[in-house]
């Protein structure tokens, strides 16, 4: 037999996620840390990677990761579910909340792989489109979630990629107003400063998702998890995958929980620079940013598209997302160290100022 027969339907025509990873001198594209993790917390996670018994299975559960992660948040155990990253979470909600006959509710334009994920699951994706602004059009999602037909929702707080956290009012009225499963997206809540760990008590529908992806730097090592009640925690374990998180990874998490304390300083490095890179774009001419609560810019400027070449070219990658729905003529940079900045802000400007001296002479030519 030289064929083979055609894979599940629902995957016609789904591109893979593709976040455009390319070689680079200064890499402010994929929203990490750009400080990696300091050389005593290093130390201390060689230490306890040294114990780990490689030839076990590690803890199924991860559980002296939860209890560190539960007592921070004044939870217990049960409250607490880790994940290979928040991507397995994500998918791990699609599994127990989708599939065929259900919905998920979606606020585009947000991150791509909830609805592919919705798409994977056979589940139906509803869109309630944010505004011009990319705020959430708060009256129209509440409008249609009193259809009750909706089985989950996710609401990023800060929204990628467009920056600004969803109003903490408007989640309590969302939680409120219905029995639908409302994920809260959180995974760089550490830039906000805003979190809805508060409503958790009192609404069993919440299930809070955070990572070590951003703040702690760990994108390398792929470690996430949520918070919710012990029956939405219980609904997640039927679907994770046995295992899903290695031994290496969990005294990694808990290394750098532990010492959580030691990336405040670079935390509130990068909310500084946030506002510093904010002035300096609207500064520029025909560049138009877009608040952002967390460790990224996103702007919107003509030739956006030849912009991202321009930078690249120069050793600067950012995100583009310049023919992406609902995100036309954007850009998305992540706020890198104050060096990292400058060059993403001279790369600009020095592309606005050659597009102009370009249009000067095309003037002059044809007068």
């Given at each position: ?37 300091d ?98 059009d ?59 760990r ?6 069993e ?17 792929r ?30 998490g ?25 002035e ?88």
């Open positions: 037999m030289n064929k083979v027969r055609q894979p599940a339907p629902q995957l016609e025509g789904l591109v893979p996620y593709d976040p455009k990873y390319l070689p680079a001198e200064a890499y402010l594209s994929a929203n990490e840390n750009p400080r990696d993790v050389a005593e917390v290093r130390a201390d996670i060689a230490r306890r990677i040294a114990a780990v018994p490689l030839n076990r299975y590690p803890d199924p559960l991860a559980n002296r990761l939860r209890d560190l992660i539960a007592e921070a948040n004044g939870l217990a155990r049960e409250n607490v579910l880790i994940g290979n990253g928040g991507d397995e979470l994500l998918f791990d909600l699609a599994l127990a909340w989708g599939g065929p006959g259900r919905k998920f509710l979606n606020l585009p334009p947000t991150f791509s792989v909830y609805a592919a994920n919705a798409r994977l699951t056979n589940t139906a994706c509803v869109d309630v489109p944010r505004r011009d602004d990319f705020s959430i708060e009256e129209a999602v509440l409008r249609r979630l009193a259809a009750g037909d909706i089985d989950f929702v996710i609401v990023t707080s800060p929204n990628n990629p467009t920056g600004e956290r969803a109003p903490l009012p408007f989640i309590e009225q969302l939680l409120e107003a219905t029995d639908t499963l409302v994920m809260v997206d959180e995974a760089y809540f550490e830039f906000s400063r805003e979190t809805v508060p409503l958790l008590d009192a609404h529908n919440l299930v809070i998702l955070r990572t070590f992806s951003k703040a702690f730097s760990l994108a390398g090592v470690l996430g998890y949520i918070l919710a009640s012990p029956w939405v925690i219980d609904q997640f374990a039927k679907v994770r995958q046995p295992y899903s998180v290695d031994a290496v990874s969990q005294v990694v808990e290394a750098v929980f532990q010492n959580r304390a030691r990336f405040e300083p670079g935390i509130r490095e990068i909310i500084e620079e946030r506002g510093r890179v904010q300096a774009l609207r500064a520029i001419p025909g560049v138009r940013p877009y608040p952002s609560d967390a460790n990224w810019i996103l702007f919107r400027m003509e030739g956006a598209d030849a912009a991202w070449e321009y930078l690249y070219e120069r050793g600067v990658l950012v995100r583009d997302f310049s023919h992406a729905p609902g995100l036309e003529g954007c850009l998305r940079a992540t706020i890198g160290t104050p060096e990292q900045n400058d060059r993403l802000l001279a790369g600009l400007r020095a592309f606005v100022a050659a597009r102009a001296e370009e249009r000067a002479r095309a003037a002059r030519a044809s007068a």
